[in-house]
């Protein structure tokens, strides 16, 4: 299939308008929709074709509770890294949205997957990670794209997420995602609609 400018301009508006979301409205995700985000996922790239991320929904109520006070304990702590100051500002910030949205997915990865045999990950076993990361930004774009918002929530224990969902050994927590119909939409990053920050730094270089 040969792609033109129309598959650009809609690429363009879906990766503009991609925001990390953490205001939702409770409205659920049609099932459908969860069905062609499952499919998307199976078209993200992974070293050696491994496919090594494992995705747990999290929809059991007790459950999600101790995620919400594994965030809640975190993010107490994170706060103490800042002075006063700061820290009323960062207390400010609504840095998840584990409450409001309808759908929870865990995203881990299997470290020692038998598929790919190893391949493209001797030097870099950290490959297996970044496969599950392009996984999780493949269903960001294709959530996107049904109108779905998607959150990424970092301010967590890991272990302690691993430990409530019972996961095997050996997979170790990459994305905690919420994903719901956003309260809002806006193409300007909450962090500098907050005045937390401004990007003003050039990541791109010719060397």
């Known amino acids: 299939m040969k792609l033109d400018a129309s598959h650009r301009a809609a690429l363009n508006d879906i990766l503009q308008w ?7 409205r409770p409205d659920p ?5 969860m069905d ?16 090594p991320w494992r995705v747990r929904e999290v929809a059991t109520p007790a459950l999600r509770e101790a995620v919400i006070e594994n965030f809640a304990k975190a993010n107490a702590e994170a706060a103490k890294m800042y002075d006063d100051e700061a820290r009323a500002r960062y207390d400010a910030l609504k840095l998840a949205g584990l409450r409001e949205a309808p759908v929870h997915l865990a995203f881990f990865t299997e470290l020692a997957p038998a598929e790919g045999r190893g391949l493209g990950r001797q030097t870099m076993p950290e490959m297996l990670q970044y496969s599950t990361v392009t996984a999780i930004h493949t269903l960001w774009l294709a ?8 959150g990424w ?13 019972g996961v095997p050994d050996g997979w170790s927590l990459t994305g905690y995602l919420c994903l719901g119909h956003a ?20 990541p791109w270089q010719i060397l």
Do not use: K, M
């Open 29 to 33: 995700i049609a099932p459908e929709v």
């Open 143 to 150: 959530a996107r794209a049904h109108n779905i918002g998607v």
């Open 18 to 24: 991609r925001r990390d979301v953490r205001h939702f």
């Open 153 to 165: 929530v970092s301010i967590l224990d890991p272990d302690a997420v691993c430990s409530v969902l």
């Open 36 to 51: 062609a985000l499952r499919v998307a996922v199976d078209f993200a790239p992974s070293v050696g074709n491994a496919r």
């Open 183 to 202: 309260a809002q939409a806006d193409d300007t990053p909450l962090l500098h609609r907050a005045e937390w920050q401004e990007n003003t730094y050039a």
